[in-house]
């Protein structure tokens, strides 16, 4: 959960499971009362993965979902874009980036980097659809450090050049990425 939107959808789904007690809902974590058994958890799961939401049931993913949380918030802001990931992950975990980077990978199948990466071409996606800005601000709020940089980039992991995605764009949800 990202947002207080998020909260008010995971507090609605999880109200609709008669056997979970719920007692609050707050950015990041669901308390019910006692302790509920496995397949209503797994139910709670399906009900929230419909929503692009799941449940976290180990530290290990804990972990994950703040460094996608950290990231999220990072690709929307222009001067973290620029920021030295590994330091600011290590700061706000509070672990080295190579234990952060190992239980990434083990959990998503993929790299921090490439997660980023993914991130911060959905938000050219947005920027583009957007259509406010030209591409060399596009290039500049994003972190990439040229317009050739970015369409490059943009072309690998799209297929289009960033003009051709203007032209038809449809964007992937974050929670799909």
Do not use: W
């Not at 939107?5 to 507090?11: E, G, L, Y």
């Not at 001067?79 to 083990?106: T, Y």
């Not at 297929?159 to 799909?176: A, K």
């Amino acid at each position: 959960m990202v947002c207080r939107h998020c909260v008010a959808k995971v507090a609605e789904v999880t109200s609709r499971i008669p056997e979970l007690n719920l007692l609050g809902v707050e950015l990041g974590s669901v308390t019910v009362e006692g302790n509920p058994q496995d397949v209503v958890i797994d139910h709670l799961d399906a009900e929230l993965r419909k929503e692009g939401f799941e449940v976290i049931r180990s530290r290990e993913e804990a972990i994950v979902a703040e460094i996608k949380a950290k990231l999220m918030e990072l690709s929307r802001d222009g001067e973290g874009v620029r920021a030295d990931i590994a330091k600011v992950l290590q700061d706000s975990l509070h672990m080295s980036f190579r234990n952060l980077s190992r239980i990434f990978a083990s959990i998503e199948g993929r790299t921090i980097e490439n997660y980023f990466t993914a991130l911060r071409i959905e938000r050219i996606k947005e920027l583009l659809l957007d259509d406010q800005l030209p591409l060399s601000e596009i290039a500049y709020v994003t972190g990439f450090s040229s317009v050739p940089h970015l369409s490059t980039r943009f072309k690998q992991a799209t297929g289009m050049t960033p003009t051709q995605f203007r032209e038809i764009g449809i964007r992937t949800p974050l929670p799909e990425v």
